[in-house]
Each structure stands twice: as C-alpha cells, then as structure tokens.
C-alpha cells in the first residue's frame, strides 16, 4: 500500500466540509445540489463520509433529513458513536455561513479531493520508479492513473453515455458459462469450512485453463483468462502454495498468469490502491474473503458492506478488472437453514447483494466425501442453471479439482437433499442418494464406453459390490438419455 504520509499534511477543508452538511441539515433540497458536484470519498474526514451516506439514504426513503431521524438511523445501523455522537451532529449548522453557497463549498470540497488523488498518485508512481522496474512500463501506468485524475475532475458534459456508445456497446458476455458474467461483481457465500475458498480455486482453475475446458465437467469456459489476481489476507504464503498445488496451479503462478498476494506479504491491501487497480485492468480478480477488504476489516460490522467493500468492488471494476469474485461468510444460523436465499447466505447482504450481477449459495452436506451443494441466491440478467452438488474427495487431491456429483437436472433444492425423512409419497432420501450415485456412476462408464450392452454394465455394478439387474441398468441407461436430450 502507498505510504500516505507525506511531508506537509493533505489538502483539506474540513470547514467546507462541515457547511454542506448543515446546509443539507437546515435546506434538505441542498442535498440534491451536493450529489451532483461531489461523492462522499471526496469528504477528507471519515465522520463527514458516514454522514453524507447516511442523508443519502434518508432521502431514498423518502424521509426528512434533520438532527433527529439522522440520529436514529446512524444509532440503527451502529455508526453513532463514530461519527462524533449527537453533540457533533447538532453543531454541523453552527455559524453556518449561508445556505445557498453549499455549490461554492462542494467546489471547495471538490478541489481538495482532486489534490489529494494528485499526491497519493504521484507517490504510487515515485514507488513504482523507486522499484527500478522499466522506465515505459512505468509511464505507462502513470498514464493510466493520470487520466483517472483527469476523468474526475473534468467537466460533466462527458459523463454520460452518447448514442453511438450504446449502439456499439458489447452484448452480455460470460467468462464461465451461467457461473461466471463479465464486467460484474460473482459473490459465493457460505458457512466458515464449507469450501468457499476450494470453490474460488476452482474457479480460478478454470479460467486459466481456458476457453474450450469445461468447469466440472459441465459449465463451458468461454475465454482464456490473461491474469487472475488472487487476494488472500487470511491464509499465508505456505498453506496456500499447498491449495495451489492442491489444484496443479502452480505453471500458472510461475508464468505470472496467476498472481496471488497472502497474509505474508503484509497486511490487507487497499483495492483502491492505484498499483492495485492498475493491475486489475482486463485481469480477474478474487477477494478471499471479500469482507476483509471493505470498512474496517471488522466483519460484523454493517458499515463494511454498505461503505466500503461495494465502493471498492465498483472501483475494480471500474478500473477495467474483467470480473470480480469475491467469498463472503454466511451469518451462523445459516447452518439450520434448509432453504438458501440472497438474506441467508450473504452475512449483512445490504449493497452487496444489491450490486452483484450474481451470487452463490454453498453448504457442505457430506465432509466425509466433502460434498457441496451449490445454489445460485441472486440472478440477473441471465437464466441460471438448477441446484447442483460437486464432489471433492478424493478427485481433488487425486484430480486437482471437484468432479460434478449431481448435475442441475439431478439434483433438488436444499432442503429436497439434506431432509432425512421420506419424500411426500416418494422413495425414502438413502435410496434416492443410491439411485442418484448409481446414475452418475454409469454416466461415466458410458462416456468411456458408450457402446457397452446392459449385460457388460450389470457386471461392471457387481464389481463394485452394487447389485443392478440388467433391466434397471436399461432404465437408467434410457433415464440419462432423455436428460441429456433436455
């Protein structure tokens, strides 16, 4: 991360600051004024940030905006005490110059957010020469940041989409067939040890296997990842080179396809860290744990999700990254919930779940064998496949990666897989769990040999200590047929 301390001390303006939030405090229509000059990360205090978001979400509901409900919405969601109790909020409008200037004081706000960007700017690219790396590689990514500045800082008249920008904009795209969507923020939630992290690797996997390869065997990869960017604060350096070779990725990291950042190398990086968003550009990215990155790092607190974490995944991918997939913890009763929903499986869901253009749901319901039943909790814009479980013991350690247990057409919701008790009228949950691996296992004999006579397949059950007649081996035999003609 770049050092912030600099020789003299950050353009600022906390006066200025201070006056547009009494003038939204004594006018709310000056409100409206502000959001269309600045954002709350042009606010050099952190208080003044909280504050800003939180007129902004009063005036979403359609709600007053005065000393009072500000109070009791930041109480509600656990930030007054940060941003300076009651005391500070009701002296925001003191000796309040005038009202109608709140323009002229977001222009003040404005200029000192735009030199602070200079200078943290211009530090990450002094590091970047310091590092002795070579000159146009350097000026390259100068040139990047530079025009970030610029593209902040310039008029309005270019921020909008033109007609021509539409008409030639790409159509929806995806880096892994209905898992993985491009230009979008992937969010896979679930209980602490249920494979989350297993889950990304695999994912990561796929990617840079590349276009033509299929993610268990089932899900098209559409393109080649040129880099995947992996952040791990939680995990060191040795535990996670075991995962990497875990899943044969280390060709990958040797030829700096994959980079990957750990716990070792220090503590958790900004994303809005310029070097960062540098690297992020046509890359993926995956934040393992995502929650780690937004707010604090506190992962019970619900301004991570609402402040932090949803700017920066935005920042990301606003910088160019190609997709971001982020783990995220489930809260703990998840772990008696037999049905998966967006509330459940995303801890503190707020803007996150608002933002992702998808998001997965996981639970391990076999350690032994660890098999993980996965769910998609938020679709957008596409048609996502059916429930299905993958299975990693032993293929992953043997394999490298999960194999497809039940597929989307075999598989039922959670509670249809964990509910130990019979079926409304169908057959008890073990002897469906019998027919459904017994399926699986001869549509894998018969993707090896597809011409074997029912006879030859009974043998190859009996085997394997299963007995099937040669009649229920043609039943399955026309089952899977007819699934895979659907």
């Known amino acids: 991360m770049i050092d912030q301390t600099l020789e003299r001390p950050l353009p600022q303006n906390i006066e200025a600051e201070r006056a547009i939030l009494g003038a939204i405090l004594l006018n709310n229509n000056a409100l409206q004024a502000a959001i269309a000059k600045i954002r709350s990360e042009d606010f050099f205090v952190s208080q003044h940030r909280q504050i800003f978001e939180r007129m902004i979400y009063l005036a979403s509901e359609a709600k007053p905006i005065d000393v009072v409900t500000l109070m009791d919405s930041l109480q509600n969601s656990g930030e007054l005490q940060s941003v300076g109790g009651v005391d500070y909020l009701s002296g925001l409008a003191d000796g309040l110059p005038e009202v109608t200037n709140v323009?002229?004081?977001?222009?003040?706000?404005?200029?000192?957010?735009?030199?602070?960007?200079?200078?943290?700017?211009?530090?990450?690219?002094?590091?970047?020469?310091?590092?002795?790396?070579?000159?146009?590689?350097?000026?390259?990514?100068?040139?990047?940041?530079?025009?970030?500045?610029?593209?902040?800082?310039?008029?309005?008249?270019?921020?909008?989409?033109?007609?021509?920008?539409?008409?030639?904009?790409?159509?929806?795209?995806?880096?892994?067939?209905?898992?993985?969507?491009?230009?979008?923020?992937?969010?896979?939630?679930?209980?602490?040890?249920?494979?989350?992290?297993?889950?990304?690797?695999?994912?990561?996997?796929?990617?840079?296997?590349?276009?033509?390869?299929?993610?268990?065997?089932?899900?098209?990869?559409?393109?080649?990842?040129?880099?995947?960017?992996?952040?791990?604060?939680?995990?060191?350096?040795?535990?996670?080179?075991?995962?990497?070779?875990?899943?044969?990725?280390?060709?990958?990291?040797?030829?700096?396809?994959?980079?990957?950042?750990?716990?070792?190398?220090?503590?958790?990086?900004?994303?809005?860290?310029?070097?960062?968003?540098?690297?992020?550009?046509?890359?993926?990215?995956?934040?393992?744990?995502?929650?780690?990155?937004?707010?604090?790092?506190?992962?019970?607190?619900?301004?991570?999700?609402?402040?932090?974490?949803?700017?920066?995944?935005?920042?990301?991918?606003?910088?160019?990254?190609?997709?971001?997939?982020?783990?995220?913890?489930?809260?703990?009763?998840?772990?008696?919930?037999?049905?998966?929903?967006?509330?459940?499986?995303?801890?503190?869901?707020?803007?996150?779940?608002?933002?992702?253009?998808?998001?997965?749901?996981?639970k391990q319901v076999n350690p032994e064998q660890n098999i993980i039943h996965i769910e998609n909790v938020k679709p957008r814009d596409f048609l996502p496949p059916r429930p299905f479980q993958l299975v990693g013991r032993p293929f992953i350690s043997d394999e490298g990666d999960f194999r497809m247990y039940k597929r989307p057409n075999e598989c039922g919701s959670l509670q249809d897989e964990i509910t130990p008790a019979r079926d409304k009228g169908g057959a008890p949950t073990q002897a469906r769990e019998a027919r459904a691996a017994n399926l699986a296992l001869l549509r894998e004999w018969l993707e090896q040999t597809p011409d074997a006579t029912a006879p030859e397949l009974a043998k190859r059950f009996r085997q394997v200590g299963i007995e099937v007649s040669e009649i229920t081996v043609r039943k399955y035999r026309t089952e899977i047929s007819r699934k895979d003609r659907r």
């Open 103 to 362: 323009e002229f004081y977001c222009d003040i706000v404005k200029n000192k957010s735009a030199l602070r960007t200079l200078a943290y700017s211009a530090e990450a690219i002094k590091q970047e020469a310091l590092s002795d790396e070579s000159a146009v590689a350097v000026k390259d990514r100068a040139t990047a940041i530079f025009s970030q500045v610029d593209a902040g800082t310039s008029s309005w008249s270019g921020m909008f989409h033109s007609v021509d920008e539409f008409e030639n904009a790409a159509p929806l795209t995806f880096a892994i067939k209905n898992i993985l969507q491009n230009n979008g923020a992937t969010m896979v939630g679930g209980l602490s040890g249920h494979g989350k992290t297993l889950i990304l690797l695999s994912l990561t996997n796929a990617l840079l296997r590349g276009k033509g390869t299929m993610l268990w065997d089932y899900f098209e990869v559409l393109e080649t990842a040129e880099c995947v960017i992996y952040l791990v604060p939680e995990c060191a350096i040795e535990t996670f080179k075991h995962r990497i070779e875990l899943f044969r990725m280390m060709p990958f990291v040797r030829s700096e396809r994959l980079l990957v950042r750990t716990l070792s190398k220090g503590p958790t990086p900004c994303l809005s860290d310029p070097r960062i968003l540098s690297a992020a550009k046509g890359a993926h990215v995956i934040l393992d744990t995502a929650v780690r990155f937004g707010g604090d790092g506190d992962e019970k607190s619900a301004s991570d999700n609402q402040r932090g974490l949803a700017t920066d995944i935005f920042s990301l991918l606003g910088a160019g990254a190609r997709t971001v997939t982020g783990a995220h913890h489930s809260p703990k009763p998840f772990a008696k919930e037999t049905v998966m929903t967006l509330e459940n499986v995303l801890r503190g869901s707020g803007d996150i779940g608002a933002m992702l253009s998808t998001a997965w749901g996981i």
